[in-house]
């Protein structure tokens, strides 16, 4: 079973530890009361200088433009896990829609600097225009 390296804490930048669980798993944390992130910390503090240079999961945030089902379509190909948000469905800006996640394992480990990093992100969201390139930063937490 692929396994993924998540950050996780209850605070929102600090004491995030990584853990490598099966990738499945997630769907546990997404659920949980834990802030989490693909990246990885130095000394398990979140933020861009921190980044340790390492991710094996890229994390998609969508706030409108695309329903869950369509998600479901369109990364039909891939190994995925879709999780709602806290204002899925709910008022926000005048709008009710689908807001939620798409993470997705990579094949193998993402090694780029922050810089890099957030070049990839914009790269990917030239093939997914849909969803919001805000979040494309390393230290992103959920």
């Known amino acids: 079973m692929k396994k993924v390296t998540v950050s ?6 600090e004491n995030f530890k990584s ?7 997630v769907v546990d944390l997404v659920k949980s009361k834990f802030n989490y ?17 390492y991710s094996d999961m890229i994390i998609l945030d ?11 379509y369109i990364f039909e190909p891939f190994d995925y896990i879709i999780a709602t948000t806290k204002s899925h469905q709910k008022e926000k800006n005048g709008v009710v829609c689908d807001r939620f996640r798409v993470l997705l394992p990579t094949e193998t480990p993402i090694n780029l600097d922050k ?7 914009g ?15 390393s230290s992103r937490a959920y």
């Open 123 to 137: 790269e990917i969201y030239k093939d997914y225009p849909f969803v919001d390139c805000s979040c494309g930063d």
């Open 8 to 13: 996780i804490s209850e605070h929102i930048t």
């Open 19 to 25: 853990y490598s669980i099966p990738f499945l798993k």
């Open 62 to 72: 969508i706030d409108d433009g695309k329903t869950i089902e369509e998600a479901r």
């Open 115 to 121: 810089n890099q990093y957030s070049k990839m992100m």
């Open 37 to 53: 992130s693909a990246g990885t910390f130095k000394n398990n503090y979140r933020n861009a200088d921190n980044y340790l240079n």
